[in-house]
């Protein structure tokens, strides 16, 4: 029999205190923050949905390998055990530690990069558009689509736009293309999965073109559940080989530890190419450590080892991608806009639709991201035109495309009953929102505003 109830396929060993706060502190609170949650102290939060990044709770078997941590500055038994790991999943031979994901971009797409040279993503996460464009280089983005169409139920809304690519290639020319990167799932496109299929005509292209593919594997145990589900040909694959089926479709891949692989800091880099790995691997001890350690202790080297294996647990990725869908169908059922189907590490609310009464210029999604913090206690992110909004020469607010609110998921770090919490906190957004207000900003830096900027809410 199939039950209703989600169980957390774990117990609880070691616990860390929430403090609770009234809805009068957290008034306060928020007017002390100057209304954005990035200033709040973690203390006055309850749930803390603002990322997934190196929040997760590491297992005892992790903790174990903590202690068991070697550190020796070269060729530590943990870089050993981290190398083989890798190797092993990716199928990859030159494995390059990181201390997180934007080290392991920067070496290679400096490498990579540079004025003249294009990138191709279905969608660059910033830090990665962040390296390419630093060094020169064009990032370009061609999602699929089917993601623009918010009533689709397609399942695999990560997917890239292989029509495009194919042509963007040869419009830029071969020898101008730096790389074509696989993001999955696809992050800053609604943490949507890609499919196997798109990920084979990523690599023919590629390889008809003789361009390098890389794969941004932060998430690629979430995809690989969603592969499993919606892919008729892999419903009796399990999900680790479906990950390696995927690796084997690529040149290298990147990944940032700090997600799928369960621990708090951390990534990699991992090449077929011995050449590039060679050049990648002086640029690793310049900028990181030696190649046995790059940025990493040797203790963070024996829980990523570990990590990396667990997410492939089937009742743990099972627990995990329906948690997430939990979340996300019930706000929905009560009539929250969301972007649909649910992706695998967070939910994404469309404020400006829950919100239509509140202008671009007045924020939406910082008002929900308010409500919900006074309501609740629950932290999330404006993902609109707080964060991505930008001026024109009047001073005019050129607004993001949409008011996105995102509340992302900690692995391991809640129980289905802290989400039913943070549904319940929705039942009460929905009963203010025609009443919920904009905000203005009172002050702002000039780059990645939405960390630091100061609003005040309108009356
Ligand atoms: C988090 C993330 C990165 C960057 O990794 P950091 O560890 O934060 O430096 C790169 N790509 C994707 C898709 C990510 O989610």
Known sequence: ??????????????????????????????????????????????????????????????????????????????????????????????ILPTHQGRAAEHILYSYLGGKGKVFISNTHFDTTRANIEFNGAQAIDIPTPEAKNRESEYPFKGNMDVTRLDELITSHGVQNIGAVILTVTNNSGGGQPVSMQNAKDVAAICRKHGVRF?????????????????????????????????????????????????????????????????????????????????????????????????????????????????????????GVPVIYPIGGHAVYVDAGQLYPHIPVEQYPGQALVCELYKIGGVRAVEIGSVMFGKYDDKGKLIPAPVELVRLAIPRRVYTQSHIDYVIEVFDEAMKNAANTRGLKITKEPKFLRHFTAHFEPLK
Not at 3 to 16: L, W
Not at 216 to 237: M, Q
Not at 286 to 305: C, H, K, P, Q, W
Request: glycine share 6%.
């Open 214 to 334: 890389i794969i941004d594997c932060c998430r690629i145990a979430e995809n690989a559940y969603f592969i499993h589900h919606f892919e008729e040909e892999y419903k009796h694959v399990p999900y680790r080989q479906i990950a390696q089926q995927m690796f084997s479709l690529a040149d290298g891949a990147i990944m940032s530890a700090k997600k799928d692989a369960l621990v708090n800091m951390g990534g990699f880099l991992a090449l077929r190419d011995a050449q590039l790995a060679e050049a990648c691997t002086s640029l690793l001890i310049i900028n990181e450590g030696f190649s046995t350690y790059g940025g990493l202790s040797g203790r963070d080297m024996e829980a990523i080892a570990i990590g990396l294996r667990e997410v492939f647990d089937a009742d743990y990725l099972n627990y995990r991608i329906k948690s997430t869908q939990y979340l996300g169908e019930h706000i929905r059922a009560k």
């Open 1 to 94: 029999m199939e039950f209703k109830t989600i169980i957390e396929p774990f117990k609880i060993k070691s616990v860390e205190p929430i403090t609770m706060s009234t809805e009068a502190q957290r008034v306060e609170y928020l007017s002390n923050a100057y209304y954005n949650p990035f200033l709040l102290r973690s203390r006055e939060v309850i749930i803390d949905m603002l990322t997934d990044s190196g929040t997760s709770a590491m297992s005892s078997e992790q903790w174990s390998g903590i202690m068991r941590g070697d550190e020796s500055y070269a060729g530590a038994a943990s870089w050993e055990r981290l190398q083989y790991e890798i190797q092993d999943l990716t199928g990859y031979p030159y």
